[in-house]
């Protein structure tokens, strides 16, 4: 059995990660792809951040402490998902 190749496809939110990775499954055909969006693997505490200017705080889903790597990394070792959390 041959290893898998593992692409990860990194940008800020709103950036076309998904997009990309729907045109690269597309085109990858007739090869197995699997998509594994790291919104599946937002933490449920994530770290807060302040608006410029204002001040006021947000939730920061662009930094790399609000996202859950090892679960992710588990779900490519096992092809299960794990529980997609509610924000």
Known sequence: MKKP???GIAGGAGSGKTT???YLEE???PCRVRVIAMDRYYKK????AAVPFHGNPFEDFNQP???D?????RTC??????D???F
């Not at 505490?45 to 807060?48: A, C, F, I, K, Y």
């Open 27 to 29: 085109r990858a055909q």
């Open 84 to 86: 997609k959390h509610s």
């Open 77 to 82: 070792r096992t092809k299960s998902p794990m």
């Open 20 to 22: 990309l990775s729907r």
């Open 69 to 73: 790597f090892i679960g992710s990394w």
């Open 45 to 48: 505490e994530r770290p807060q």
């Open 65 to 67: 402490d609000a996202l």
């Open 5 to 7: 190749l593992i692409i």
